[in-house]
């Protein structure tokens, strides 16, 4: 177990540059920071001033990443290889001050305390503080890492933010290079691995009592749109029997959604109707039609898309019992993205040695990062414990002695990583 | 059974009345006409010079109904009473041409048949167009007859529409006397009753194949809001186990009040869930608040109180097993308005008369002028069956066949009141 002292010193200063980049919003009274705005562009140079001050080359790519570069400290049996580290300095609207940010931050005060101890380590490590991973302003989302991971499509460069400002005319006012972006993928080869650090989003670790998880896939996910259409009537002349009420259709649907979800725990199945729209919508009239729509993740492809086929034959019975007419529409779906195995095992090393006890492994129900990550090389991510669970919310918080905790864990990782290439 | 070519020919007048009443409207492509406005005026007008043309004194009373008096062919048992009869000419926005209108033309070409056959009447008539059932542009509603039974609030004169003008202002400029308004109420030892002929507004009559029935009563009724607090959270990192889902427990109430709502067909009871929101709303995030309304009728103020005891009971359940918070408040409650006998009785022996079967009785879901008038009289209704049930719509259908069966109808229950005074 890591020296608490220690752990608080360094949460401490955590917290310090979290709110430094907190005080940086669109707006006065709430933390707001989207993709290639004048905000954005000042949490990256703080980021990068930071990187300066931490002994690291830093250049902005053309993406708008921040990226700070150290060399390796001792030839590695890999070559000249790169731990890339990194996470999101974007908000959502109104957003916290932890989701994102606390990954920059832990990243560089990990790469601080390995100097200060003079580590040197066989790999370089690469910190690159991206700036879309929320996807608030534009259509699409993780724009920085896909960037970074050469997988980017310049298609959307075309899109238009609501004031109809193109992502291109964003990133060249911003002083991004649109034609530059393909030119700034990462070689497989020249990279070991990415990792990153995040808050939980969630309440598991809050309930186990630990500060620090290891997370072992991005779930699986998918999206539907479901429209229920019925019968509208006078809600005072229509006895119940003569009703194809579409409300009522569809609240039976939500309830054995909710039903075929808790039966797949151990594939962490979730399933959430979070939008749900009747029409007309008037006190008195029996609702003819009802939108909802449905998100669904997992562990595995599979077991995603065998709760789907369940929910979805659930809805036919519905369907043909209340004589309403049901449309199924998919329109997202995205493969688990798993960790890859290296990664994972030096982040459950470096996390169980600071928390002294094993870590807990964790799905990510959530998209990060990794997600386009994945497709450049193995990566992984710790998870840190935050409050009820909540973000994307001014109530997102983090405890200093938990971010404490995070940057000391990721050092314990990064350590073990460099043994792991000295025992290659 | 009446003869189906007088039918016919009724049938035949009221269509081009009810065209003609529906070629008046503020818009060019929908049937729309609410209170006191010029559209309002124009049919009253039309109504008038109809009500003249049949020989009756004509006057627009404060409230701007239009009322037509015809005198006692002979003297009475109960005096110079009069039997009133009325509906509104008001319409919904986007509404059907029948709703309302039906009950003054088939009130009118009742009074016509009446004077052609040579009917002296032992009691006058007086036909009342009344301008505010639909109460679309105020919040109250049923002003007109309100008035004329006496039971008018005059602080509804100071409720503003849409666009700030108050109903005093609205009356005034209409040519309404809103300081006349509390003369304008019936004297109750004058009115015999009164008598109502409207379209179902439901399926029943289509169903059991019959184009009149008798109302037994306008049901009782009340309107509730319900609101149900869960808790926010990713709808990919909080566990089904963990969740409070606000519309989860919405949902499994909402197919509670269903399965509640059907176990009382003896009394009529009916219960809608017509609008729903969840907040935030996002597909997400997991639903922290959902606000439902709830509307429940039933044919005696017993039932629908211990249908409403019954659901809340039900929601206190749900609220304690799903640890949701939920309010549940009533925002209208109205006592059920039972028909009179002897209304009842002319109504059913004038139906089943012109079907030469038994008109089947029915109640009423929705509410009517009758409401009012119940306060001044005894009242009773005729319903004619429309297509599928459908009203407040374009797609508001009565046959040609059905009207005339409603005018021989109305003709046949005035006479059979004829009789019941003579036999006094």
Same mark, same amino acid.
């Given at each position: ?109 990990? $790469? ?58 964003? &990133? ?22 990415? &990792? ?15 500060? &620090? ?12 749109? $479901? ?50 729209? %009747? &029409? ?96 450049? %090389? ?47």
């Amino acid at each position: 177990m890591s020296d608490a002292t220690a752990i608080r010193a360094a949460g401490t200063r955590a917290q310090e540059m979290i709110d430094a980049l907190a005080a940086i919003s669109a707006d006065s009274d709430r933390l707001t920071r989207l993709y290639l705005t004048p905000e954005h562009k000042r949490a990256a140079e703080l980021a990068g001033t930071w990187m300066e001050q931490a002994g690291l080359s830093v250049r902005m790519d053309a993406a708008g990443t921040m990226r700070g570069s150290l060399p390796p400290g001792r030839p590695g049996p890999s070559g000249n290889k790169s731990l890339l580290i990194g996470s999101h300095i974007d908000t959502v609207i109104d957003g916290g001050r932890y989701d994102g940010n606390l990954g920059v931050v832990v990243g560089l005060l990990a $790469i601080e305390a390995l100097k200060a101890r003079g580590e040197a380590l066989p790999f370089g490590i690469e910190l690159l503080a991206f700036g879309d991973e929320e996807g608030v302003r534009y259509p699409i989302t993780l724009t920085s890492s896909a960037v970074a991971a050469g997988v980017f499509d310049p298609a959307a460069l075309d899109q238009s933010d609501r004031s109809g400002v193109t992502m291109r005319e964003a &990133l060249t006012a911003f002083g991004g290079k649109p034609e530059a972006l393909a030119g700034e993928a990462y070689q497989a080869d020249s990279v070991l691995g990415y &990792l990153e650090v995040h808050i939980e989003q969630g309440p598991v670790l809050e309930r186990t009592g630990a500060p &620090l998880g290891v997370v072992t896939a991005i779930a699986s996910q998918s999206r539907h749109r $479901i429209r229920i259409k019925g019968e509208a009537g006078h809600a005072g002349t229509v006895p119940m029997p003569m009703r194809r009420d579409a409300l009522v259709a569809a609240s039976e649907l939500i309830v054995g959604i909710e039903a075929i979800a808790r039966k797949d725990r151990k594939n962490s199945l979730v399933a959430t109707v979070g939008e749900i729209e %009747a &029409l007309p919508g008037a006190s008195n009239v029996i609702p003819a039609e009802v939108r909802l729509s449905l998100d669904v993740r997992a562990a595995t492809d599979e077991a995603r898309r065998d709760a789907v086929a369940t929910i979805l034959s659930f809805a036919r019975k519905t369907e043909a019992v209340r004589q309403v007419a049901l449309t199924f529409e998919t329109v997202l779906e995205k493969p688990v993205a798993t960790c890859g195995p290296r990664m994972m095992a030096a982040i459950q090393e470096g996390a169980s040695r600071v928390m002294g006890k094993p870590a807990q492994q964790l799905l990510s129900g959530a998209g990060h990062d990794g997600l386009s990550m994945a497709h450049l %090389a193995e990566y992984g991510m710790m998870f840190v414990r935050c409050r009820g669970g909540i973000s994307h919310n001014p109530a997102e918080f983090v405890t200093v002695d938990d971010m404490g905790a995070a940057v000391e864990g990721l050092v314990e990782a990064i350590l073990a990583l460099a043994r792991q290439e000295a025992a290659r």
